[in-house]
C-alpha cells in the first residue's frame, strides 16, 4: 500500500504542502552509476513552471530543486536520491476569504469528509504544486532510460485539443512543440487557440484539455500479464495527475466505434524489422509493448477555480456561494504536457527494470 | 510487485490458461465473518457465460465455481479463500492452423517477444477466459460491501454504445439491463442494435463497445491522495480487463470540451444531506469520493479475431496472412459488462478497507 | 499488504486449510523457459513427509502435488504457476473433543480473538501443513536457480540441537544429514539423539530444536539497503514457520559476547579470488551477501501438543483443562529443515531476481 | 518492492548518507488528528544521541529534526510527514585514509560488489546514521499509539548483555534504565559494566550486546497469518538495524532447549481477564498478539572498526591491512536501543492499523 508513492521498482515518494515550507520526493530504486546531475532535473522543471506566458498563471514559482543524496562524484550510488524545492512565494492570505467554503470542482470537500481536517491554504496536499516532484522524478528516469536504451528513446507530449478546438495531428511538428507557450504540435492551428484562449481568460472561465505523450524507442515485451500491464499503469499514472478525468491509449475510447477490420493492427515483416501498418493500438498489445511507438492521451478538465459566482457550502453546513479571483489559469491542461511526459518516462523505466529482472537470462 | 495481483487490502491472484486443466483465483484480505455461499458467486459468474445467446461465443463454458479455503461454516475466516474452475470446453484443435503465426491485434506477439514462448492454445493466459476469476473475485467483494454499507450499496453495467450506434443515457432503465442479451439500458435503441450486430455477425467482422458501470450508496471518503486515488486505481481497473483501451470518470475525455462553468458541479445542502447540482466528476473529486454516485466508463475495442484474411507474420519470421474461423463473438464488449462490475466491487472494497485502516478512531 | 503472500519479485501465495478439501499455491514472477516437472516438487515435498519414521507424526499425508498452469510442454511460461495437493487423511474427529478449548502454545485463543471464529479443525489454517505449499515453491525456487547460478548452487539444511543436546558442527557431514531420519549432520551423536527422543516420546512429551540452512554458490551483491536486506528477509522467511521462535544470521545471538577481533571476519585475496578468514557474519554484511556461504540457524519450539494435562480455558470464559492425544510428532522441530531449506531458496531467488532488476546494466 | 522503505500501512521511506548535507525521511500512512510537535520527536532522538557519555561516540550530532509537511495547526493532516535533520559534524578528512580499503565487519565490500561504487565517507548510506530516520518515524507512531490505546501503551528497551556480561532479569527497574549511560535495567550489576566497558575502550577494542524490547499494552488480535505475521515483522524489524545478526521473540533460541511442558503457556481466566501463566511465547503465538507483553530481544555485533590492525583488501584487489583510529563506540549495541523501540512502535501501529482495516465491523 502506498498512499504517496508510485512505482514498483523504481518508486517516488513525493511529500509537502503548497504552502508550507518545501515540497520534495525521495527517488527509490534508481539504478547506481547514471550521471546526474542538477541542472537536468533543473531543465525539465523549467517546463512546468507558471508565469511564463500570458497563458499560465503569474505566480512565481521559482522551482529550485536541491539534491540532498543519492548522488556522489556526479553519479548515482544507486541509494535513495532526495529532492527538495523549498516553497517561496506563499501568499497564504489570497486564501483567508475561502477559508471555510468549499470550492466546487476542488477536493476541499472530499479530504474535509476523509481526514475531517480543512487545510484551505491554496488546497494543501491536493494543490497541483505536487507535480513538481514528479518532473523531477521524471527527469531522473529519462536519464536512466537514455543510458539504457540510448538516443532513440525519446518522449514528447503536446496539447492536441483546446477545449473546443482540435488540432490536426497530420501537422505534428516536433521542434514546433517547445517553441510555443501551448505545447501545440500543429502551427496551422497556433494562431486560433491564442484568440481563444485570450476570450476564455477575459471572461473569467477557464477551458479543459487533450494532452498526448508519445514515447519512441520502446522496446518491444516492456508490461506484464496480467495486473502489471503496461496500459494499466499508464492509465493510473496518467489518472493520478491533478484534474485528469480519461485516458486513452491509441485509439483509446474511439475504438469502440472501428470495425476489427478497421482497428486491429497488420503485422509485416520489413528486412529484420517488424512493422505495423497502423497504431490503434498504441503500441501495447495485451498489456505489453509490441515496439511500436507508446501513444497516450488524457483529458484534463477546466481549472475549477473561475470568476464566475458558484455555489456551495461551508464548514458548518450552510448554503453559499464562492467566485475565485487570485491567479489561476485559464486551462491547467497546458501545464499538464510535462507531467505526462515525466510520468511516461517513470512508468516505462519502471517496467523496463521489471523485465531486467523477470524476463533476462 | 505483483504481476498476477490486483488489490491493496482486499487483493485476488488469478492463475490459469484457457486450454489448461482449470483456471481460478486466491482472494486474500477478505474479513471474517461474511456470509458467502457458492451460489452467490455462481449467480455472478453465470452473467458472463458465452452461449447465452447468438450475440456472444457459442463455447459452451460452464463455469462452475468450486470454494477450496477460506469459508468455514457458511462464512469466512479471514484466510484466504481459493476458488477453482475445471476447464470442460478445450478444443485445442481448433487452434492448430495458426500455431505459428500472431493474430493481429492479440498479444500473441508481444508474448512472444517477452517471453520467448507461443502458448497458442487460444491465448494461453491472455485469454479472456482469465476475467471469469476476476467475476468470482468480485462476487465476494459485493457481498462483503452489502454487509458492510447495507442494502443502498448497489453496482450496475450497461454497454451504453455498440460499434457505431449510441443509446440514450436518460432512458437509463436498470430492471431492463438485465433482462437483453446486450445489457442495454435504453429500450427505445434495441431492436437497432440486435439489427445492426446481426449484420456485423454475418459479415464475419466485430465491433467495439463501450460500457459505463455505477456504483451506489459509496460512503464520501473513500480514496487517497496521491497515489491511490480511487480514479486511478478504477482507471487501472478496468484497463487491465482484456480489449479495453479508453476509460472514463464522469464526463471523461469530454470534459475538455467543457468550460469551468459547465464542469464543476455545484454543492448545496438539502436539510442535512450534501447534494450535486451535476455529476460531471464522476462521483470523484481529487481522487475521493465526494458521496455521489461513481460512473466509469471504458471502450472495448472490437474482438481481433475475424474472418477476414489480415497480413501478419510467424514465429519464423516470414510474411504470412490470417483469417479466424471458430466461435468468436461479433462484438466483446458486451460480456465486459459483468467483469467491469467485478472489478468496481474489488477496487471500492479495497479503498473501504483502506479508509478503514487509516481514518477510522 | 500481503497476508498470505510471500515474496516480491517471485512471489508465492498459499491457501488451505488442514481439514479442507485441498490445500495449495501460486506462484509468480517465475521466470519462463525453466524446465520443471511435478516430479522436481513431489522430490521436495517427500523429505517432508510425515510418517516416515517412527519420530515423526504417523498421520499418512500423501502430498500429492498438481501442477495446474504456468508451465507449457515441460517448462516455465512466465505466468503464475498454481499448485494443489489434495487433503486425503482428514480425520476430523479426532479434534471433537477440543472443539471448544484453546490450546495452549498454539494460536487457537489468538486466532479466535482476531477473528471471532474457531476453526477446531487441526489448527485450521494456522496448521503446519501449510508449509507443504511452501515446499513447492521451494522446489521451483531452487530449478530457476541452478539454471541461473549453475551446479555449485546448493541448499542444505540439518538439524543442529535436539532438545538439550547438541551437536559438534566440525562434524557436519552432507551426505550423511539426507539418510538419517533426523536430518542430523553429526554421525558421532546420532545414537544419542536416537535414544533422547523416544523417551520423550514415551513420555507423552515433546522437545525444540534448532536448525540450520547453508546456501553454497551465492553470488557477491545480493540484498540491498536498508529494507530489503538479505537478512532482513531470511529472519522474516525462517520466522513464519510454524514455532519458529528465533532466528541467529551466522554468529547470531553468540555475536553479543564476541570482540572486534575475534568477530569481524578478516578478508584477503588467494588469486583472484576474495576470502575471509572466517564467517561469522553468515555471507552477509551490510545486508549485502559478501559470497561466502549463507549460514542462517532458527530454533522450534517444542510441539505444544502434549499428553500432559494443561490448564487452559475454552471459547465461554471458563477455566478448563486439556490433554492431547492423537498422532503428533515429538519433535516438530525436525520437519522444519526441508521448510527452511525451502524459504532460503525463495528468498535467494527473489534477491538474485531484485539484483537484476537494478544493478544489472 | 520498497529498498528503502518500512512498512505496510504505517510506512516511512529513509534517505541520506552520513556525510551528505542531510538526512531524513517521509511517514506515510499516518492517521489525521493527531498531536504532534517537533519536541515529541526531538525528546527520542535525544536517546540516541552520541556524545552523551565517555562510553558512546564523542561526535557531536546534534540531530535537531526539522518537520515539512504533514503537519497543519499543530496535528497530523493525514498527508505524508517529511521530516529533515541536517548534517553539521562531517569531519570527511578522517576518511581519507581508508578510502580505497574495505573495512573488515563493514559493508565497504559488499556495496562495492553490488554497486561497482566506492563512498568511503562514514559508510555512506550503511552508516548508521540512517537509523536517526527511523528514531523519528518511531516518534510518530508512538503518539499515534498513546492516542488510539491509551495511557496503558508503552515501550522500554533496555540492554541485558554487554559482551561477555549479562544481568538478571529479576532486577528489572524501568526507572532506572532511562537513568544509566548503558540502558541497562539491573542496578546491581552498573558498576561491573561500567569497568568492563573501559578496559574494552582502553584496549582499543570493542563488545557486542543483547537489548531487550517489551511492549505493554497491546491488544490481543494483532498480526496476521501467514506472511505477515506479528513475530515475522518484528524479527524483519529488528534485523534491519546496522549489526544485528540474531533475534528471539519471548524465549527464543532458548526455546529449542524445552521441553513442551515448560515451554507452552498455560491460560487461565481471572475475573474477566484471560492470564497466562509464563510468556515463553513472547506475548505472540501464531503470529497473532495474545494480549501479553510482547518481548523481543537481538544481538547487536562488536563495532567493527577497531585500533588492532586487520587483515583485509583494497578497490585494486590487493591484499593490505587496517586499523580504525577516530572516533567509534566501544559497544554500538547501547545506541541501539532507542532505535530497537522505535522500529517495535513503527510495526505495531502497522498492524494495529492492518487489523482495523480487516477486522473491525
Known sequence: MSFNTFGKIFRFTTWGESHGPAIGCVVDGCPPNIKISEKDIQNELNKRKPGQSKFTSQRKEDDKINILSGIFDGKTT???ISMI???KDMRSRDYETIKNKFRPGHADLTYYKKYGIRDYRGGGRQSARETASRVAAGAIAKKVLENKIGKKYAVTGAVTQLGILGCNLKNWDEKFISKNPFFCPDKTILKLWEKYLLSIRKAGSSCGA???IRAYGIPAGLGAPIYSKLDMDLASAMMSINAVKGVNIGSGMNSAQLTGEENSDEIFKMGKKTKFKSNNAGGILGGISSGQNII??????????????RKTIDKFGKNTSISVKGRHDP???????PIGEAMMHCVILDHYLMNSAQCKS
Open 78 to 80: 544507486g541509494t535513495p
Open 85 to 87: 524545492i523549498y516553497n
Open 210 to 212: 487533450i494532452i498526448e
Open 296 to 309: 497516450v492521451s488524457f483529458a484534463v478538465k477546466p481549472t475549477s477555480s473561475i470568476l464566475t459566482s
Open 331 to 337: 486551462c491547467v491542461g497546458i501545464r499538464a504536457v
